[in-house]
T-cell receptor, first 113, second 112 residues
Framework: LAKTTQPISMDSYEGQEVNITCSHN???????ITWYQQFPSQGPRFIIQ???TKVTNEVASLFIPADRKSSTLSLPRVSLSDTAVYYC??????????????FGSGTRLSIRP | IAGITQAPTSQILAAGRRMTLRCTQD?????MYWYRQDLGLGLRLIHY???????GKGEVPDGYSVSRANTDDFPLTLASAVPSQTSVYFC???????????FGQGTRLTVV
């Protein structure tokens, strides 16, 4: 069971780069690492997914070291609208391991002007 | 583009009553999921279905049942609601390839 550990909360300022690290020591060989964003009163929204090394899309980068026991979500030049809860998930959506995909408490990111 | 739709948006329910939360997706995704989210906490998996005709139990299945008669619909039933089932319920779907999952907007359920 690949459980994840993230900081409970983080604060930053507009224009800064924010890095949120997630630990997943028991990650399985075929597990992906996926990050979601959730605003109040909304369902989670997919941000980025990776398996190893570095993945980048239009909103974030995901850094995964060779041992895959942790990952870091990087948000470049954050704005007030990036204030949200960020969840790190480990598992394979829709695979037989679907029942083992656990949402932790997430990281509550607060961006200040 | 509808994506994934949940109904009702919110509901106040008397304890002991039966309630079915509806979830429909139009993306032809194989896999569907039900989560609950209590105030200030993360999401917990209730039940899931990897394909039509099959279902499985998640972290917190007690007091809930699901069915998956077809690809599009995945209703969640509370046979006899209790106050501890007060929560926000999210339905999600994915194509089963290991990629992105899509979430509905949630159903806010209050059991009194």
């Amino acid at each position: 069971l690949a459980k994840t550990t993230q900081p409970i909360s983080m604060d930053s300022y507009e224009g800064q780069e924010v890095n949120i690290t997630c630990s997943h020591n028991n990650i399985a060989t075929n597990d992906y690492i996926t990050w979601y964003q959730q605003f109040p009163s909304q369902g989670p929204r997919f941000i980025i997914q990776g398996y190893k090394t570095k993945v980048t899309n239009e909103v974030a980068s995901l850094f995964i070291p060779a041992d895959r026991k942790s990952s870091t979500l990087s948000l470049p030049r954050v704005s007030l609208s990036d204030t949200a809860v960020y969840y790190c998930l480990v598992g394979g959506w829709g695979h037989s391991s679907a029942s083992k995909i656990i949402f932790g408490s997430g990281t509550r990111l607060s961006i200040r002007p | 583009i509808a994506g994934i739709t949940q109904a009702p948006t919110s509901q106040i329910l008397a304890a002991g009553r039966r309630m079915t939360l509806r979830c429909t997706q139009d993306m032809r995704h194989n896999a569907m999921y039900w989560y609950r989210q209590d105030l200030g906490l993360g999401l917990r998996l209730i039940h899931y279905s990897n394909t039509a005709g099959t279902t499985g139990k998640g972290e917190v299945p007690d007091g809930y049942s699901v069915s998956r008669a077809n690809t599009d619909d995945f209703p969640l039933t509370l046979a006899s609601a209790v106050p501890s089932q007060t929560s926000v319920y999210f339905c999600a779907s994915s194509d089963g390839s290991g990629g992105e999952a899509f979430f509905g907007q949630g159903t806010r359920l209050t059991v009194v």
